[in-house]
C-alpha cells in the first residue's frame, strides 16, 4: 500500500474481510489518482484522507482529472473506495467517542445509524449520478428515474428501481444501466434489480404504464411494494417520479371512500410475512438480526405508514409521525424504537467487522471475536470472566423479545383494518343477505369467493375469513358447503381445484380450514367436502424442503391445529401426510422441528386411539407440550413441573387438572419410549412410578377438597389404605383399567361414608385418563370401601369362591396409608388368611389354571387362541405362577419383573426355568404393550395388525405379512416356554 494511504489501510485492517476489495483498488488506482489531481492543480480541492464534505464537488474533480473514459472511471472508482472506508471508519470512531451508559446509549446509536446512512446514501448516489452522466453522454435518452428502493443504512447491496417513459430510447438506458452495474460491482457494492425483475419490465426499466397494466392483472408481493413505497429519488426525473407517486403509490394507502385490492393485498402479505417471521422460533446457536426482529418491524412500520397515509420513508421519521398518530400507542413505539435501534446496531456492525451475513453462528470462534468487536465498538467491556460479547448477547436477545412483542401487540389493529376495508365483505354480506331473506343466490358464494382470490395470489394471510366462517353468529360455513354441493359434478370440481390450490399456499390456511370442515363431518356434505378438498390438496404436495419448513411453521405457532388435522384425516391420508415430511431438509433447527411434527405424525399414523386419545388430552389441556415430542427428557422435566404445579395451585380443580397432564404428558412419553424400542422393564418401571405419584396425589386432592367443602378436617388416624392390584401392582404400563383397593382398618361408619365420597371423586378423575377403575370388592359389598372384619369374614373359610379375591390381595401394593396400615393388612390379610392356607392357594391355582385350559382349547383350539394374557402359556399363567411362589415363601415383594430375580436368588436350583419365564414374560409384556399403543388396548390381537407391531418389536425386515408372520411365530414359540417351565416349576412346588 501507498505510504500516503497506509493510515487509511492500517485502520481498514479491523474492519471485515470483503473490505479488502476497496483496498486493492486503491493500491491499483491510488497513485495515479495523486498524480492526476497534482497535474491538474486539484489536488488541494479533494480530499483523499478525510471525509469529504462536498463529495459532489470533489467527484467533479476528480473526473475532470481524467485522460480518457476508462481512466476517468477508475479514478472515480478508487475516489469512491477512498470515502466508502473512511465513512465507515470515522462513524465507528464517532461510536466508540459518543457511547456512554444507561439510557442515553440508544439515542447514540440512532445517530450513529442515522448519519452513517445520510453519508453512505449521498456517496452512492453521486456515484451513480456521475455513472450515468458518462455513460448516457451523447445520443438519445428516455426521461428516466433511478430510485433507491432499499434500508439507508444497509450496505450489503443497493437496492435500485428504474423508471422510465416507455419509449423506444429505453434500449440506450438499459445498456448504460448495465454498465453502471458492472462498474459498481467492481468499487461499490452489487446493485440489486428486485423490483424490476418482479415487475416484469424490459431489462432494467420499468414504465408506470407497466406497473399499472401489472397491477391491474394482479398483486406484487410484499417485497416489491415496500421497495416501491420506500423509493428514494436518486437521479433523474422529478416529473416522473411525482406521477409514480400518483399513479403507483397512491394505490396502496389508504382511501376510505374505496375498496383497495392493493392496499388490501399489501397488509395480507405484511401480516403472513409477521406471522412467519414470529411464528418460527428463534435459533438456539445463532442470531439473525434481520430475521430475529428487522424485518417484522419494517413490515409493522409500513403497515401503520399505509393506514394513516404516512408517507416518510425513513425508519426512525416514520417511528415518530406514527407515534404521534396514535398517542395510545406512544409507549409501544418508543420500545419498539429502542429494540429496532439496538439491533439495527448490531448487525450493521457486525458487518462491518466481519462478514456481509445475516445469520451469525455463535459456535464459532471467529465469530465471537468478531461479535467482541461489535460490543467493545457499542460501549461494552469485559466484566470478570464475563466477556463484553456476552453481555452483548444478553441485551440482544431481551431487545429482540421486546421487539417481537410489540410488533404481536401492534398487528391486532392492522388485522381489524383489514376486515374492514376488504373487498371480500361484500362477498360476504350480500350472500348472507340473500340466505336469509330465502332468495336464490345471483352468484355461487364459492366461485364468487374464489373469483376475487385471483387477484391475491400467493397471499398467506386469511384468518378475517376462516374467523367468519367459525363465528357461530353467522352461517357462513355452511353458505359455503351448500354452495359448492349445490354445483354440477364438473363446476364442483373445478372449486375444490381452486380451493386447494388456494391451500397449497398457505398451509396454515389449509389446516384451519379442513379442521373447520371436518369438525361437522357427521353432515355427509361437510365429510364429501372434507374427503375431497383434503386429497386434492395433498396431491399438490411434493414434499420439498420450502413445504416442510411451512408446515414445521404451522407446527411451532399451533401444534393443536396440526393435531386436529390429523386427528380428522384417514389412515391414508395421515401416511401421505408423513410421506411429504420424508423429503431432504436444510439446516439443523428445520431438521430438529421437522422431527417433532413427524413424530406427532407417526403417532396417529402408527398409533392406537387408546395412544392417540391422550395425547388428545394433553393437546386440550396445554398443547405446546406437543411441540416436545421425541425429547424425552424435556417431557418428563415438564411432566415433573406439571406435578409441581398441581400441589402449588390452591384450587382443588385447577390442581386435579394439572396432575391430570402430568398423568397424560408421562403416559405420552412412555409410549414413545416404546416406539423408541427402550426396554420394556426401564418403561414400566418408570411409568409405574408416575402411576403410583398421580394416585397418591389425587387422593390428597380430594381428601382436602372433601374437608374443604365440609368445613372440617376429618382424621382417619391411618387406619384407611388404599391399594392397587393387578398390571398397576406388577409395575406394568399402559394399562386399561385400575384395579384399586381400599381398606377400612375402623369400624365407624363416619369414617367409612367419607372414606367412600373420598373414592367417588377419584373415579371420575381416573375416568376421565381413559382408565376404567374396577373394585372387586365392591361387588360383594356394595361399595368402594371394604372395612377390615368384613374381608375377614368373606376369606374365612378358604374356598374356591374368593379365590380370585385372595389373588387380588396377594397381588396388592400400598399406595396411600402408614406403616401401621401395612403391618395390618401383612398380619391381618395376608399371613392368616392366604400365607396360612398355602396348600390350598396353590391347589386352587392350578385347578383354575387347568380348566382355563381346557375351555379355550375347546373353545378355538391350541393353536388359535391369540389371547396374550388368558391363553396357555400366556401372561395368567406367569401371574399365577408367581403367586403361588409368593404364597409358598410367605414372600413380600410385589409380583413385579424383579420379583424374577428374587426367585432366583431363592432358588438357584431353578435359575434356568425362572431366567426362560422372565425372557418370556418381557416378550409377551412388550408385545401387549405395542399391541396398545398401536392398534387397541385389548389383550387378543389379530394376526392381521402384527404388520404394525413388527416394527416396532424389530421382526420387520420384510413385507408386513412375513413380519407378522414371525412375530406370530416368536408368540407360539414363547407360550411353549411357559407351558414348560410352568409345569416343572408346578411339579417342583406340590413335591
Known amino acids: 500500500m501507498l505510504s500516503y494511504f ?46 469529504a464534505q462536498d463529495v459532489s464537488y470533489e467527484m467533479d474533480c476528480v473526473l475532470q482529472s481524467g485522460r480518457d473514459p476508462d481512466e476517468r472511471l477508475g479514478l472515480l472508482g478508487c475516489y469512491f473506495a477512498l470515502q466508502f472506508l473512511l465513512i465507515n471508519i470515522r462513524s465507528i470512531d464517532m461510536l466508540r467517542l459518543n457511547v456512554t451508559e444507561g439510557e442515553r446509549r440508544i439515542s447514540v446509536y440512532r445517530d450513529f445509524l442515522r448519519r452513517t446512512g445520510d453519508d453512505y446514501s449521498r456517496l452512492i448516489r453521486e456515484y451513480i449520478r456521475r455513472l450515468l452522466r458518462i455513460f448516457l453522454s451523447g445520443g438519445p435518452r428516455p ?17 435500485l428501481g428504474i423508471i422510465d417513459d416507455g419509449s423506444p430510447a429505453r434500449e440506450a438506458l438499459n445498456q448504460a444501466i448495465g454498465r453502471m452495474a458492472t462498474e459498481m460491482l467492481r468499487w461499490a457494492s452489487a446493485p440489486d434489480f428486485y423490483l424490476s425483475e418482479h415487475v416484469g419490465g424490459r431489462g432494467y426499466t420499468v414504465s408506470i404504464d407497466e406497473y399499472a397494466r401489472r397491477l391491474d392483472e394482479r398483486i406484487l408481493d410484499f417485497v416489491s411494494v415496500t421497495e416501491i413505497l420506500g423509493a428514494q429519488p436518486l437521479v433523474g426525473s422529478r416529473r416522473l417520479f411525482e406521477r409514480f407517486e400518483r399513479e403507483i403509490h397512491d394505490r396502496y394507502y389508504y382511501r376510505p371512500e374505496v375498496l383497495s385490492r392493493e392496499h388490501e393485498g399489501y397488509l395480507r402479505g405484511l401480516l403472513g410475512e409477521i406471522n412467519s417471521l414470529l411464528w418460527w422460533p428463534q435459533a438456539r446457536n445463532t442470531i439473525a438480526p434481520k430475521q430475529d426482529l428487522l424485518r417484522p418491524v419494517t413490515a409493522i412500520l409500513w403497515a401503520y405508514r399505509t393506514m394513516l397515509g404516512i408517507r416518510d420513508v425513513g425508519t426512525w421519521k416514520a417511528l415518530s409521525r406514527i407515534s404521534s398518530a396514535l398517542r395510545r400507542n406512544r409507549e409501544q413505539f418508543r420500545r419498539l424504537e429502542r429494540s429496532y435501534t439496538f439491533v439495527e446496531t448490531v448487525r450493521h456492525l457486525y458487518q462491518q467487522f466481519a462478514a456481509q451475513e445475516e445469520e451469525i453462528d455463535l459456535g464459532d470462534a471467529d465469530t465471537r471475536a468478531n461479535l467482541q468487536q ?42 381489524r383494518h383489514v376486515r374492514r376495508c376488504t373487498v371480500f365483505a361484500p362477498i360476504v354480506r350480500r350472500r348472507l343477505v340473500e340466505r336469509r331473506a330465502g332468495h336464490a343466490p345471483r352468484e355461487n358464494f364459492a366461485e364468487a369467493i374464489l373469483r376475487a382470490h385471483e387477484y391475491f395470489s ?99 405457532h399451533n401444534p393443536a391445529m396440526v393435531h386436529e388435522y390429523l386427528t380428522l384425516a384417514d389412515d391414508d391420508d395421515r401416511r401421505r401426510f408423513q410421506e411429504v415430511l420424508s423429503g431432504p431438509v436444510y439446516g439443523e433447527e428445520l431438521a430438529l422441528w421437522r422431527e417433532r411434527l413427524r413424530t406427532l405424525t407417526g403417532i396417529h399414523v402408527h398409533g392406537s386411539h387408546y395412544f392417540r386419545n391422550a395425547v388428545g388430552r394433553v393437546c386440550a389441556e396445554r398443547p405446546e407440550f406437543l411441540l416436545q415430542l421425541g425429547e424425552l427428557d424435556v417431557l418428563d ?5 406439571q406435578l409441581a404445579e398441581a400441589m402449588r395451585l390452591s384450587s382443588p380443580a385447577s390442581q386435579k387438572k394439572a396432575l391430570g397432564t402430568y398423568y397424560d404428558v408421562e403416559f405420552v412419553r412412555a409410549g414413545l419410549a416404546t416406539f423408541a424400542g427402550h426396554p420394556p422393564a426401564e418403561v414400566d418401571a418408570a411409568f409405574s412410578t408416575v402411576c403410583d405419584h398421580y394416585l397418591e396425589n389425587l387422593f390428597d386432592i380430594c381428601k382436602s377438597e372433601l374437608d374443604r367443602e365440609q368445613g372440617r378436617r376429618i382424621l382417619t388416624h391411618d387406619r384407611l389404605g388404599l391399594f392397587v392390584s393387578g398390571g398397576h401392582a406388577r409395575g406394568r404400563a399402559f394399562q386399561d383399567d385400575w384395579d384399586l383397593i381400599l ?35 365392591a361387588d360383594r359389598f356394595g361399595r368402594y370401601v371394604t372395612p377390615r372384619h368384613e374381608l375377614e369374614r368373606l376369606l374365612e373359610p378358604a374356598r374356591d369362591e374368593v379365590f380370585v379375591e385372595m389373588c387380588q390381595l396377594l397381588g396388592a401394593r400400598m399406595i396411600v396409608g402408614s406403616g401401621r396400615t401395612a403391618a395390618e393388612f401383612h398380619d391381618r390379610i395376608l399371613e392368616r388368611l392366604i400365607f396360612s392356607e398355602r396348600d390350598f ?75 426362560a419365564l422372565h425372557d418370556a414374560s418381557q416378550f409377551l409384556n412388550r408385545l ?42 416368536e408368540f407360539t414359540r414363547q407360550r411353549r416356554v411357559v407351558i414348560e417351565n410352568c409345569e416343572r416349576l408346578i411339579t417342583a412346588l406340590r413335591g
Open 6 to 51: 497506509r493510515r487509511i489501510a492500517t485502520r481498514a485492517e479491523e474492519l471485515g474481510n470483503h473490505r479488502r476489495k476497496y483496498l486493492h483498488g486503491i493500491e491499483r488506482w491510488g497513485q495515479l489518482l495523486i498524480d492526476r489531481l497534482e497535474e491538474s492543480g486539484r489536488f488541494d480541492r479533494v480530499h483523499l484522507r478525510r471525509r
Open 143 to 159: 426521461e428516466f428515474l433511478v430510485c433507491a428502493v432499499g434500508t439507508r443504512i444497509h450496505q450489503d447491496d443497493v437496492d
Open 374 to 415: 461489535v460490543a467493545e465498538a457499542m460501549g461494552y467491556e469485559d466484566t470478570g470472566v464475563v466477556a463484553a460479547w456476552e453481555h452483548l448477547l444478553v441485551h440482544y436477545h431481551e431487545h429482540v423479545r421486546v421487539g417481537r412483542t410489540m410488533v404481536r401487540g401492534l398487528m391486532p389493529a392492522v388485522a
Open 458 to 556: 400467493g397471499i398467506k394471510y386469511w384468518a378475517d375469513l376462516l374467523e367468519a366462517m367459525e363465528d357461530p353468529d353467522q352461517p357462513l360455513l355452511d353458505v359455503l358447503v351448500e354452495d359448492i354441493e349445490s354445483l354440477d359434478a364438473d363446476r364442483r370440481r373445478r372449486v375444490i381445484d381452486g380451493f386447494a390450490d388456494w391451500a397449497s399456499q398457505t398451509f396454515v390456511t389449509a389446516l384451519h380450514l379442513l379442521a373447520l370442515i371436518g369438525r361437522r363431518r357427521r353432515d355427509p356434505r361437510f365429510r364429501r367436502l372434507f374427503e375431497q378438498l383434503n386429497d386434492a390438496f395433498l396431491s399438490r404436495l411434493t414434499g420439498g424442503p420450502d413445504e416442510i419448513r411451512r408446515f414445521a411453521t404451522v407446527f411451532v
Open 637 to 641: 422435566k415438564i411432566a415433573t413441573g
Open 743 to 777: 381398606l377400612l382398618f375402623a369400624e365407624t361408619d363416619e369414617l367409612l361414608d367419607y372414606s367412600n365420597r373420598i373414592a367417588a371423586r377419584m373415579n371420575r378423575e381416573i375416568a376421565r385418563r381413559g382408565l376404567m377403575p374396577q373394585y372387586h370388592f
Open 841 to 915: 392357594f396353590i391347589d386352587a391355582a392350578v385347578r383354575e389354571m387347568r380348566s382355563r385350559h381346557a375351555f379355550r382349547e375347546a373353545k378355538g383350539g391350541w393353536d388359535a387362541d391369540t389371547d396374550i394374557k388368558e391363553c396357555h402359556g400366556g401372561l395368567r399363567d406367569l401371574e399365577l405362577l408367581m403367586l403361588m411362589w409368593k404364597v409358598h415363601d410367605r414372600a413380600l415383594d410385589p409380583i413385579s419383573e424383579g420379583f424374577w430375580g428374587t426367585l432366583i436368588e431363592r432358588h438357584p436350583e431353578h435359575r434356568a426355568a425362572f431366567e
Open 928 to 969: 401387549r404393550d405395542v399391541y396398545r399403543l398401536t392398534v387397541a388396548p385389548v389383550n387378543r390381537f389379530d394376526p392381521a395388525e402384527l404388520g404394525r407391531v413388527a416394527r416396532l418389536m424389530g421382526f420387520a425386515d420384510g413385507p408386513d405379512e412375513e413380519a407378522s408372520r414371525r412375530v406370530a411365530d
